[in-house]
């Protein structure tokens, strides 16, 4: 089985634009920004939107199962309040939980949090609570700059952050750490601000000890990673000059990386310095890059490719593409058995 | 010959360090700020700060020239206003300056600008000028985050840098795009910033078309690119996606790299994606990483074992160790003849 454990729901049908755009509209009346409104999309508008894109995308690749949460670049952290960001987490949500519940074999459910720039994560334990409770939902997308390129609240290791950890742990999900759109003209979306947060809050991590204090606590640093496989010998150095301890015995036993690196020498350095047991497959389909490489005629994002052309034994194979995603993701067994 | 394009003066005398903090606290007295003050460093302390530091390890490890400027760090554009950033420049690119000239065989200046959050770029042509004219300076740092990690002025493409580029093609000198110290918490500054710094720099000259307006501007992006090479499927299929030029064409005219790397995978990779045309060598050395690598028993920044360990044609070797750095710091051979 492969399961591709980072999925957006990039191709909803437009209604949900339109649900968003209105939204935002309503801000400028206070009255109307404090309704919920209303979203009407047929389960015939979604399976068409899954079939003709994602399913299709997967069968062609012959991926299996897919870790589906909402477009990240649509959460939009920055933009309104609390209640906007609720409204519109509550809506992604339920329309992935249809996708889940009308394609049960092919799609497990992550959530998009209602983060707000300034307003305590543990603002979103109440809808983390209902996705995985009531949901079945087996992880969130946390992101670690709701204020959309401007890095405004603290770093993931401050205390900030730990009730929500709390709670993480308790349900035992984990987390990718994952930002949002970029609203800051320096930072392009996916090619800046995406690698960019990647990179940061690995380095958080270096500084800090926060998984002294959150002994199980999982988290996922998607795009490979960002900058760090690459600059390992730089964190390590770092890391060192911290008097912390190795980065495997300081970080890997809770921080994963995907395999959103979208050329064959990226997908080898990371598979080089990075030990297997940490690497989850993932594509990030459809997504960040959408065109076919001209220099190997298929999809840039198509990076079961590039895990199949490493020379990895049978046992490894198995833990990239499933093993390791149902040990960081306890709670996917729950909706799709293991194969073996 | 081998030749440094990246090294900082991070060892310079106390003393430097001492007229920095009073320029900080004379901030908070109007008058007092709007004064130079005195610095007062023998050619000495310099040749000892020198002797036993950077040109120590240079000997050790067997490079010939650095082409040196004021730690970055330190350089704190955020700190003040415009005339405290002149002040502060002006002392750091003397000290370079007399570095360079009792040590004229083995150090070449690069300066550092007095860049200022909100202050147009074209404010920093008189120091430019004066260290390239006066002083015989081949390059400048210049910093695409004067805000130190809240990256509020305009991107590197935005027609607000134009006036400074202009003057950068008139002398014929390039530019590195390096970052200062974060001042914001959710940034490591050697381990986050830096890298970040790079890798958003790379994306912003992607989606616009600078070099069409500088045909001859030369940018050095450091630290091996940041993520870029790691992630170069992503950047050439976003390029693609933005019907851009492929990189090669749109970029790799006037973008450089160096091999600010530490471990041998990374500049394996960087190698293998990037033409050697563009890959400069360098060390950042004295400077992010201080330690030994336990996995090698090397400094983790010795970077001229790990392009030692490449097998690069004598031709190729030579580019990068050499060539690269003359074509690229054209006003290089004024400086340092040629050793062929």
Same mark, same amino acid.
């Given at each position: @089985?492969?399961?591709?454990?980072?999925?957006?729901?990039?191709?909803?049908?437009?209604?949900? $634009?339109?649900?968003?755009? +209105?939204?935002?509209?309503? !801000?400028? $009346? %206070?009255?109307?920004?404090?309704?919920?409104?209303?979203?009407?999309?047929?389960?015939?508008?979604?399976?068409?939107?899954? $079939?003709?894109?994602?399913?299709?995308?997967?069968?062609?690749?012959?991926?299996d199962?897919?870790?589906?949460?909402?477009?990240?670049?649509? @959460?939009? *952290? *920055?933009?309104?309040?609390?209640?906007?960001?609720?409204?519109?987490?509550?809506?992604?949500?339920? !329309?992935?939980?249809?996708?889940?519940?009308?394609?049960?074999?092919?799609?497990?459910?992550?959530?998009?949090? &209602?983060?707000?720039?300034?307003? #305590? &994560?543990?603002?979103?334990?109440?809808?983390?609570?209902?996705?995985?409770?009531?949901?079945?939902?087996i992880?969130?997308?946390?992101?670690?700059d709701?204020?959309?390129?401007?890095?405004?609240? %603290? &770093?993931?290791?401050?205390?900030?952050?730990? #009730?929500?950890?709390?709670?993480?742990?308790?349900?035992?999900?984990?987390? @990718?750490? *994952?930002?949002? @759109?970029?609203?800051? #003209?320096?930072?392009?979306?996916?090619?800046?601000?995406?690698?960019?947060? /990647?990179?940061?809050a690995?380095m958080?991590?270096i500084?800090?000890?926060?998984?002294?204090?959150? #002994?199980?606590?999982?988290?996922?640093?998607?795009?490979?990673?960002?900058?760090?496989?690459? *600059?390992?010998?730089?964190?390590?150095?770092?890391?060192?000059? !911290? +008097?912390?301890?190795?980065?495997?015995?300081h970080l890997?036993?809770?921080?994963f990386? /995907?395999?959103?690196?979208?050329?064959?020498?990226?997908?080898?350095?990371?598979?080089?310095?990075?030990?297997? /047991?940490?690497?989850?497959?993932?594509?990030?389909?459809?997504?960040?890059?959408?065109?076919?490489?001209?220099?190997?005629g298929?999809?840039?994002? /198509?990076? +079961?490719?590039?895990?199949e052309?490493?020379?990895?034994?049978? $046992?490894?194979?198995?833990?990239v593409?499933?093993?390791?995603a149902?040990?960081?993701?306890?709670?996917?067994?729950?909706k799709?058995?293991?194969?073996?």
């Open positions: @089985m492969i399961i591709d454990i980072h999925g957006h729901y990039t191709t909803a049908p437009k209604e949900l $634009e339109a649900y968003r755009q +209105k939204q935002i509209a309503d !801000l400028k $009346e %206070p009255s109307h920004a404090r309704s919920k409104g209303t979203l009407s999309i047929s389960d015939d508008q979604i399976r068409e939107s899954i $079939e003709k894109a994602q399913l299709k995308l997967q069968r062609e690749r012959g991926t199962v897919t870790i589906f949460s909402p477009r990240a670049a649509g @959460m939009g *952290h *920055h933009i309104g309040d609390a209640t906007t960001s609720l409204h519109w987490s509550q809506e992604c949500n339920d !329309l992935i939980h249809r996708v889940c519940t009308l394609f049960p074999k092919s799609f497990v459910g992550v959530c998009q949090l &209602p983060q707000t720039p300034g307003v #305590p &994560p543990a603002n979103c334990i109440p809808e983390l609570e209902r996705c995985v409770k009531e949901y079945g939902f992880g969130c997308n946390l992101n670690p709701p204020s959309g390129g401007y890095w405004k609240d %603290p &770093p993931l290791t401050d205390k900030w952050w730990y #009730p929500f950890y709390e709670k993480l742990v308790e349900l035992d999900v984990p987390a @990718m750490v *994952h930002v949002s @759109m970029s609203c800051n #003209p320096n930072f392009h979306t996916t090619g800046g601000h995406y690698i960019n947060g /990647d990179t940061t690995f958080q991590l500084t800090a000890d926060l998984f002294k204090d959150f #002994p199980s606590l999982k988290l996922i640093i998607p795009h490979g990673g960002g900058a760090v496989p690459y *600059h390992w010998g730089r964190y390590r150095g770092i890391a060192q000059d !911290l +008097k912390k301890p190795l980065l495997k015995d890997l036993n809770n921080v990386f /995907d395999t959103c690196v979208y050329h064959q020498p990226g997908i080898d350095l990371l598979f080089k310095v990075i030990p297997v /047991d940490n690497i989850l497959f993932a594509s990030e389909m459809v997504g960040a890059v959408r065109g076919i490489d001209p220099e190997t298929s999809y840039y994002d /198509d990076t +079961k490719r590039y895990v052309a490493l020379k990895l034994s049978p $046992e490894d194979r198995n833990k593409f499933e093993g390791n149902r040990r960081v993701y306890s709670r996917l067994k729950n799709i058995p293991a194969s073996r």
